[in-house]
């Protein structure tokens, strides 16, 4: 990495509480990319309880997702966030439709979360947070923010704080999809949806306002003082 790309790192966000900031808002889409993850959910869970159905329900969840993304291509906006609503309603309609139970729509997302937790606490736990890869994303170095220990605890500690809501998520749905709760799934992962993640990244905000970590070079930027 250059001594100008470190230095315009800075520039741009003058600590590490502010890159995270930043890099976590882009992550979530903004509120527009949070309601868009929810509403196919909605959309599926209404429907399976209101008829009993499950094939025209999947039909008004996938449905209610390509309309999303029809509104985001007549406005010339991104449709990342809506594209992941609709690739997650077809992965749980193509389980639930390959098993006939409207149950397994759900199974993708417990899975996910359950991978996605394990995952976060394995990087805690061997000391590479995943949330320091965020700051690898605005430094332009992936890899320089473990050098500082300082880093790296603060960088634990918003992983954990990543992490719980995915936990919570398996820790409730897992029992009402084995208890064959189809409406009472869709509540709960509407409500440990992005209610949940507004929380979790509250949470992580508090941590980030209570510090002012520079972003620094691992290195001086003009190299090594050499001796007189």
Not at 38 to 45: C, D, E, S
Not at 58 to 70: Q, Y
Not at 165 to 176: A, D, E, F, G, N
Request: charged letters at 10%.
């Amino acid at each position: 990495m250059s001594t100008a790309d470190m230095a315009a790192a800075p520039a741009a966000h003058a600590t590490v509480e502010a890159a995270v900031r930043a890099q976590m808002s882009k992550a979530l889409g903004g509120r527009r990319g949070i309601v868009e993850a929810a509403v196919p959910t909605i959309a599926f869970t209404v429907a399976f309880v209101a008829t009993s159905e499950l094939k025209p329900s999947l039909v008004i969840g996938i449905g209610s997702a390509v309309i999303l993304l029809l509104l985001r291509i007549a406005q010339r906006t991104t449709p990342q966030f809506v594209l992941n609503s609709l690739v997650g309603i077809g992965i749980g309609a193509f389980f639930a439709a390959r098993t006939g139970d409207a149950k397994d729509v759900f199974l993708p997302g417990i899975l996910y979360n359950g991978a996605y937790a394990a995952g976060m606490l394995l990087s805690i736990a061997v000391r590479w947070p995943i949330v320091g890869f965020l700051i690898g994303s605005v430094t332009g170095d992936p890899t320089a923010w473990h050098s500082d220990p300082a880093l790296v605890r603060l960088c634990s500690r918003l992983t954990w704080l990543l992490m719980l809501p995915c936990l919570l998520r398996v820790v409730v749905q897992l029992p009402l999809y084995y208890a064959n709760q189809v409406a009472a799934l869709g509540i709960a992962k509407i409500a440990l949806g992005w209610p949940l993640q507004v929380a979790g990244l509250a949470a992580m905000v508090w941590v980030l306002a209570r510090g002012r970590t520079p972003i620094q070079p691992a290195d001086p930027p003009y190299g090594p003082e050499q001796p007189a």
